[in-house]
Antibody, heavy 118, light 108 residues
């Protein structure tokens, strides 16, 4: 059974940084691209970015709203994908989900809440 | 503002069929359209990928299609558990993904 577990969320002040982790199990992690999606309270889904599998270049892509502030990386030896978030803004407050796949999200974690507030 | 446009709500009676539309620019709506179901407080769940394909375990009451710049999700034989929010998504020519604004499905 595929499982994705996000961690690292919490409350942070504007301008600070936070790193989220997503640990995968039940599948060959290195074979898949991984995606981050967020959902602000009461709002819809927003694509944050993805990272391709290392056999497919391992490169990331980002939404315009986070480009230059967020960085996605992966450690296939640990089956973890990371989302490093710098210069956080109030509007980054959301539940952050990781999902397996880049063209579509085949499996999803339960999400981790990030609250940016002074 | 979402690059993909969905109706805010769609409703139907139990047993009926409903269709949710997802409209975008030609550069936004390619062959990698996917649909997600989300119940309150839960993670999204993939219902359709690559426009028409269903993941294993998804009921054949759910079907996807696309014509020109509009993709559609049809739910046949509407059931109580189908009440949820539905989102379309597409992989764009700009090598990004976009989501629609979401559609709330309610049973009458």
């Amino acid at each position: 059974e595929v499982q994705l577990v996000e961690s690292g969320g919490g409350s942070v002040q504007p301008g600070r940084s936070l790193r989220l982790s997503c640990t995968g199990s039940g599948f060959t992690f290195g074979d898949y691209g991984m995606t981050w999606v967020r959902q602000a309270p009461g709002k819809g889904l927003e694509w944050v970015g993805f990272i391709r599998s290392n056999t497919n270049s391992g490169t990331p892509e980002y939404a315009a709203s986070v480009k230059g502030r967020f960085t996605i990386s992966r450690d296939d030896s640990k089956s973890i994908v990371y989302l490093r978030m710098n210069s956080l803004k109030n509007e980054d407050t959301a539940v952050y989900y990781c999902s397996r796949g880049t063209l579509a999200g085949f499996d999803w974690g339960q999400g981790t809440l990030v609250t940016v507030s002074s | 503002q979402s690059a993909l446009t969905q109706p805010a709500s769609v409703s139907g009676s139990p047993g009926q069929s409903i269709t949710i539309s997802c409209t975008g620019a030609s550069s936004d709506l390619g062959n990698y359209v996917s649909w997600y179901q989300q119940h309150p407080g839960k993670a999204p769940k993939l219902m359709i990928f690559d426009v028409t394909d269903r993941p294993s375990g998804i009921s054949d009451r759910f079907s996807g299609s696309k014509s020109a710049n509009t993709a559609s999700l049809t739910i046949s034989g509407l059931q109580a558990e189908d009440e949820a929010d539905y989102y379309c998504s597409s992989y764009t020519t700009n090598i990004t993904r976009v989501f629609g604004g979401g559609t709330r499905v309610t049973l009458l």
